[in-house]
Structure formats: structure tokens, C-alpha cells
């Protein structure tokens, strides 16, 4: 990447954000960033800081319960494969978390040093599946002691450990590997388990929903809906969770089945809480809340709009590839009727209703033979949801068959510095002008500024697409507006796009942009035609030939990071120019080559 907060791709894996001058230092938040929140969250927010003492006294704990009462009720068996090889590593004292790899961590539970997303994951205990993965008692015992560890070191409450959203996904990993290492366990850690998990419990149901939102708040609801089904005397807890889950599908899974976070992976995340939570309240005979079938079978249909041809998911907002494998397995669940219902769930069937596009979540998918289009053509997430928000309005991705060819620049989960450069508009296929974001970036997540008018109109005829974009994000800094056409052609061979920059007032001229493709790794490029043209070559063989008029090309170097744990070097291809009148364009057109010239 390069550009606003752009990247140089380094040696090897050794890539590093290097962010430019010009645009500046991202806003921390703070105070700012709470203000920008909905007046219910930021209230909820509030309250929960100014109870931290409150939590860490000794007074508190002793609130909480402090005896076993029972034992664990009812477990779920959790669905979803591990990683053997994580796992086996784990067992050797290796925890590769969050895009990070300690090895032999101390202390264990707070290593010096640690990026937060790392610590986040550790303590979340969703790695329990991998350990299991391995099979034998290696992993099983690997796994009690881990737990014990856990149990012993943080028995007080400490901002992390005891953060809501964590506690959700370690009562639901706890209860969902239970058979695998708790039923055989001895009885002082089935014992000491127990307590724990009531007393998390006990607080959890306390102090949700904590100013928590989106994905976070549902995990959180989903450990304290586990609870409530299997710990003894979980009646309160159940009936907490539920009502709390009710509210929040309502308010998070919009009518077009999109995610109001608007990030493809944090949807996919939502997705298997939802088919875990059926199926836990299937297993213990309990009726599912309003609104939970449709949430799924909307969420199944809303996630294959996502999908490239390899199956894998397009790179917006926070998202990764993902292994299609896992998202295949997601909308096979998604799509079980229950085996304890007459009537099944999902009769329509996600896979039978691949959408063109989803109006209220603002993402478009554009197929045309072997050819997909995906397009970010719809406003950021709103405040308190936007946590996962790139400022990348009006990017594209396209994919030819299982080939990947255009792209956005991806997601790495630790590195503050690799958060900011990834999530900046030229880390995305889009426009960038005055080398500024069309979104104000917050170092903690989030958005200070973003665009107040974003518009898409979708056009069909004969199998050929168009979309008419735009958005003012460049309002405000330079008086501009951006404008996206976009056209492909029915027999997929060909997508024409002409970016439009518009005077919004008297200022505007002399703006310096860049036009950005970024390119798919296994994707080579040379520039040809003197700087008029590129020619590409997919890994099948197949060339594209990218051309535009009246601006500079220069192929630069770029980062992906598509795949989780890796940063690999690739290129992109750049059109600079500068916006020197009330309106000034740029054609483009991306055909197949019928034949190497």
C-alpha cells in the first residue's frame, strides 16, 4: 500500500505499515469517540467504567458465588473442526493467536508485551477446539491444565480477563468442550470449574449488554445463554440472555439478511453464534426466541453474497478470506431444519437465494458468466457499530472463475500500526484524493468523519450491470464529491469504470488522487503501451488488459493480507492525476485478452 496511511512491502513476511505525512495522525478517540456513540450505548458505556471498583473489590466478590451447587447440567458439542497442528502446538507451549506467535508466553495470562488482540483470543478459549483436534490425552490434559491455570490466576476481576464479550466466548468454549476435558476430569477441577463459570456468569448477566454491540454483544449474550441452559440454577441467567438476544437481533440483522456491521467475516462470526444457539436450545428442548430462524436463514443468504468463486469471502471492512470450507459447513448448518421441530427453520433455503444485492447493508454482487463483482456501495456502519469500519466507500474486488484478480489489501488482527494502514482508503480498489481517507479513522476503531450522502443505483439489461456510485467523503476536506460508474458486460469478458471527481463548492481544484487496483498475489502485471495500459496474467494463463486515458499508470508495490497469519508482497496498479477542473474524469476498462499480443 501506499498512500494515505499506506504501506511499503518490505523483505519477506517483514512487511510494515509505514504511515505518510500527509495524512496525518489518526484521532485516538477518547472522549470524542464516546460522544460519536448512541446516547443508550454511550450511558452504558459510562456505567460500566465507573463500576470497574466496584469490581475489583473485595466487597464484590463476595457477592459472587463461591460454592460448586451441582454440577454441569447439559453440554453442546461444539460443530466446528479445530486445528490439529495448532493444537499439537499448543501442547509444545506455542500459542499462535491473532495473527502473533508466542512461544512459552510469561506470564502465561498477561505476557509482556502482547498486542491486546492476542490477549483477547487467549483468554477467549476458542483454541479449546484445536486441542481437542488433536485427539488423545495429550490434548486433554493440555486443556485441564490450561483451564485450572486460567481459574487459579484471575479468580479476581481485571478489566481484560473479565471484559463481558471475553467472559461470553470462554462460558461458551468452557461448556462446548466440556465433554472433551471437564466430565473426566478429577473432582477438584470439575469443582473449581463450576464456581468459576457461576461466578462469570453471575457477573455477566449483571452488567450486560456493558455498552458492548454488534458480534461482541452477541458472543457475550450466547456464553450467557450456555449458562443459563447448563449450569445449575441458570433459570435467571437463561431468561436474561434470551430477552437480551431478542432486542438485539431486532436491532443488528437488517431486512436485505446483512450484518449492521458490515464487515464479511464479523457476519460469518455472527452466523455460527446463531446456529450454536438453536442448536443449544434445541438440545435442552427449549423454544427459540422471536426472530432467531429468520435471523439464520437472512444471515445464510446475506453471506454467499460475499463469496468470491473460490468460495473464500471478499476483503471489506476487517474481513479475511476465510477457508471456504468453513463457510460452506456455516450455510450447511445454517440450512438444517431442526431435529426436534415439525416444521424445519429455513424451507426457502439460503442457497437457493443468492441475492444481487443487499439494499439496506449497501454491498452489490455483479456476476456475469465467470466474472464477480463485489462493491462497497453503501454508507459505513453507523456510530457504536463501526468498529470494524474501513474507509474504503466505493471499492471493488472482482474475481474470473476461482481466480482472484482485483483487490482490497485485507486484515491482520494485531499491530496498531497494521490496523490504521489496513483499514485507510488506499488499502482498498477505489479513489484517493490529497492522499487523505474518505473516512476520518479512530487508532482505537472506529469513524470521527465519515461520508453524509452515499447513493447506489443498479441498473439491468440483457445480462449487462451497471451501478451508479457516489459518496461525499471528500466534502468536507476538499469540497469534492466521488462518483463511481461501474459496467460489466454480460458475457463477463469486460468491466468499464469511469471515476468522477465533482466540484461541491468553491474549492476542489489542484487535488492531487490516485486511482488504486490492487492486485491478487498470484496475479502478474507489467505496464505497457507507454504507461497507457497493463497487461495481467492469472495464474490459469488468462490475460487482462487494464487501459485508461489522459493519466499517469505506474505499477507500486502493495501488501495482502487475505490469509490470516500471513502478510504476503504483491503490486497495484496506480492512476495519478490531478482534479484541475469543476469536474474531472477517469475512464478505465478491464477486458480479457483473447490472445497474448
Request: charged share 20%.
Amino acid at each position: 500500500m501506499a498512500g494515505a496511511e499506506g504501506a511499503i512491502a518490505g523483505p519477506g513476511d517483514r512487511a510494515r505499515p509505514t504511515p505518510r505525512r500527509r495524512a496525518g495522525p489518526a484521532p485516538s478517540g477518547g472522549a470524542g469517540a464516546l460522544l460519536r456513540l448512541p446516547r443508550e450505548v454511550l450511558w452504558q458505556r459510562l456505567g460500566y467504567r465507573l463500576r470497574a471498583p466496584w469490581f475489583a473489590s473485595a466487597v464484590y466478590r463476595l457477592t459472587l458465588p463461591t460454592r460448586p451447587d451441582g454440577s454441569v447440567a447439559l453440554g453442546f458439542p461444539d460443530p466446528w473442526p479445530g486445528n490439529a497442528a495448532l493444537g499439537g502446538a499448543l501442547i509444545q507451549g506455542t500459542f499462535a493467536l491473532a495473527d502473533e506467535t508466542i512461544q512459552n508466553p510469561a506470564p502465561l495470562w498477561a505476557p509482556i508485551g502482547a498486542d491486546p488482540a492476542w490477549l483477547a483470543e487467549l483468554h477467549g478459549f476458542a483454541w479449546l477446539r484445536d486441542l481437542r483436534a488433536v485427539g488423545g490425552d495429550g490434548g486433554r490434559r493440555a486443556a485441564r491444565d490450561l483451564v485450572g491455570s486460567w481459574i487459579d490466576d484471575n479468580a479476581r476481576w481485571r478489566p481484560l480477563p473479565w471484559r463481558p464479550d471475553l467472559i461470553g466466548q470462554r462460558l461458551a468454549a468452557w461448556i462446548a468442550q466440556y465433554d472433551f476435558f471437564g466430565a473426566s476430569a478429577d473432582a477438584g477441577l470439575r469443582g473449581r470449574l463450576l464456581v468459576s463459570a457461576a461466578r462469570q456468569a453471575c457477573h455477566l448477566a449483571r452488567v450486560l449488554p456493558a455498552g458492548l454491540t454488534g458480534g461482541d454483544l452477541i458472543v457475550a449474550i450466547k456464553g450467557l445463554i450456555y449458562a443459563g441452559l447448563a449450569l445449575p440454577r441458570g433459570e435467571a441467567w437463561l431468561a436474561r440472555g434470551l430477552a437480551l438476544l431478542e432486542t438485539e437481533l431486532a436491532r443488528q440483522i437488517r431486512a436485505d439478511g446483512g450484518h449492521v456491521e458490515r464487515s464479511p467475516s464479523a457476519h460469518l462470526a455472527v452466523l455460527r453464534h446463531l446456529i450454536d444457539l438453536r442448536a443449544a436450545l434445541d438440545a435442552a428442548g427449549r423454544p427459540l426466541p422471536n426472530g432467531l430462524p429468520a435471523a439464520i436463514d437472512g444471515l445464510a443468504a446475506g453471506l454467499r453474497l460475499f463469496q468470491h468463486g473460490d468460495g473464500g469471502l471478499a476483503l471489506f471492512n476487517d474481513s479475511n478470506e476465510e477457508e471456504s470450507w468453513q463457510i460452506d459447513m456455516a450455510l450447511g448448518r445454517a440450512d438444517l431444519p431442526s431435529p426436534k421441530r415439525s416444521s424445519g427453520f429455513a424451507q426457502a433455503g439460503a442457497h437457493a437465494r443468492l441475492q444481487p444485492g443487499a439494499p439496506q447493508g449497501g454491498f452489490q454482487r455483479l456476476v456475469a458468466n465467470r466474472a464477480v463483482v463485489l462493491v462497497d456501495g453503501g454508507a459505513p456502519a453507523p456510530p457504536g457499530f463501526d468498529s470494524h469500519a474501513h474507509a474504503g466507500t466505493l471499492s471493488f474486488e472482482m474475481s474470473v472463475g476461482r481466480e482472484r484478480l482485483i483487490v482490497n489489501c485485507g486484515a491482520r488482527a494485531s499491530g496498531a500500526e497494521w490496523r490504521l494502514a489496513q483499514r485507510s482508503t488506499a488499502a482498498h480498489s477505489t479513489l484517493v484524493v490529497g492522499d487523505t481517507n474518505s473516512s476520518e479513522l479512530l487508532a482505537g476503531g472506529g469513524l470521527a468523519r465519515r461520508p453524509r450522502a452515499v447513493a447506489c443505483r443498479r441498473e439491468e439489461s440483457d445480462g449487462n450491470i451497471w451501478l451508479d456510485l457516489s459518496h461525499d467523503g471528500y466534502a468536507a476536506p476538499f469540497g469534492l464529491v466521488h462518483r463511481r460508474r461501474l459496467y460489466l458486460a454480460a458475457g463477463g469478458e469486460e468491466l468499464r469504470g469511469e471515476d468522477r471527481l465533482t466540484r461541491a463548492g468553491r474549492r476542489g481544484r489542484g487535488r492531487p488522487f490516485a486511482l488504486r487496483f490492487h492486485l491478487h498475489p498470484q496475479v502478474q502485471a507489467i505496464v505497457a503501451q507507454n504507461g497507457q495500459a497493463a497487461i495481467l496474467r492469472l495464474p490459469s494463463g488468462s490475460f487482462w488488459r487494464l487501459r485508461a486515458a489522459g493519466v499517469g499508470m505506474a505499477l507500486e508495490d502493495s501488501v495482502y493480507l487475505g490469509r490470516r497469519g500471513q502478510v504476503r508482497r504483491t503490486q497495484q496498479i496506480v492512476l495519478a492525476g490531478v482534479a484541475d477542473e469543476d469536474e474531472t474524469a477517469v475512464k478505465w476498462a478491464l477486458a480479457r485478452e483473447s490472445r497474448r499480443r
